[in-house]
């Protein structure tokens, strides 16, 4: 039974290389394989891997079980990885105190987005960024998933939406008005909806995932909030999917303004239901509480927000 770990015992006398090995270990556990956890890190299987191997052989341990299907932590495993959890959070902090006394940040920053606003809006940013910190790396991952914060190891995340729970902070990017539309196509083929319950009879393209919100419609009226379950042949965990289909005339979207404004402009969609339009989201950038306490992430989501919301004006 192991109930304590020296901290000077595991990082040694080069401690940069067992740090790196220590936030290995932490990802793998977490995330229940060596190749997603090396993944997050931006690692190969066979690098992450190694890692592991050199911190089991100076600590003269088996971490983990290892099946052919299966991966886990032995009960040393376990107690090393409270341990371990430990060593990083203090390193982060010490990081983040240091760095507030610095004219030039350094380390990762871990931003996720979702598909469509990463590429067009944040993704852009980034060169810019670094440009002025040069000693600041952004890993940017896109996905129209709901991704948790803590558990994935991110810094911040960009999305259309509120909170999830109050241990995450938000910092209000702009209000998000959202819009219901479709191809000319479709419309001269199935005729336009006349009012909300019309929605029921149409082709809805929906985005959709394990534990997705948009199982419904929620429009505004002035009689108050409509729930609708909206249906269709169509469904996609990406965002940016669903807009080439509404494009192909293959069904209604329900859209933020701001991401199809060019296609609604050029006649390539028609807004619809202009009286009932979907209740509005917020836009805005989603971080634990204690990350901001970082400068370099706090450098970023301000410059982010600034620039932000020019661009969005300028739509």
């Not at 000077?8 to 940069?16: D, E, R």
Request: proline share 7%; with cysteine.
């Amino acid at each position: 039974m192991v109930s304590s770990f020296n901290v000077s015992y595991i990082i040694g006398s080069s401690p940069m290389p067992y740090i790196e090995s220590l936030r290995v270990f932490v990802r793998v556990v977490e995330r229940g394989s060596i190749t997603a956890g090396g993944r997050d890190l931006r690692l190969t299987p066979a690098v992450a891997s190694n890692r592991i191997k050199e911190l089991e052989q100076r600590l003269d341990v088996r971490l983990f079980n290892r099946t052919t299907r299966k991966l886990s932590p032995t009960e040393v495993g376990h107690a090393f990885y409270e341990h371990a959890v430990r060593v990083l959070k203090s390193v982060d902090d010490a990081e983040a105190a240091v760095s507030g006394f610095s004219d030039s940040p350094r380390g990762a920053i871990n931003v996720t987005a979702p598909l469509g606003i990463g590429k067009r809006l944040i993704a852009p940013l980034i060169p810019r960024f670094v440009d002025r910190y040069p000693n600041v790396s952004i890993r940017l991952r896109l996905s129209d998933r709901k991704v948790d914060l803590l558990d994935d190891g991110m810094d911040m995340a960009f999305q259309v939406g509120r909170p999830p729970d109050s241990s995450i902070k938000l910092r209000k990017v702009a209000d998000c008005p959202r819009v219901l539309c479709a191809a000319p196509a479709y419309l001269k083929r199935m005729g336009a909806p006349k009012s909300p319950k019309d929605l029921l009879s149409h082709s809805c393209l929906l985005l959709r995932y394990p534990r997705s919100p948009e199982y419904f419609w929620t429009l505004g009226a002035q009689s108050g909030e409509i729930k609708l379950d909206v249906a269709g042949s169509y469904d996609s965990d990406d965002g940016d999917v669903l807009t080439g289909w509404a494009l192909d005339g293959r069904g209604i979207v329900n859209k933020p303004r701001f991401e199809i404004a060019d296609y609604i402009q050029t006649g390539a969609l028609v807004e619809l239901l202009k009286d009932t339009p979907p209740l509005p989201s917020i836009f805005g950038c989603l971080y634990p509480h204690r990350k901001l306490q970082d400068s370099k992430v706090r450098l970023f989501i301000d410059f982010a927000i600034e620039q932000l919301r020019k661009d969005l004006a300028e739509t």
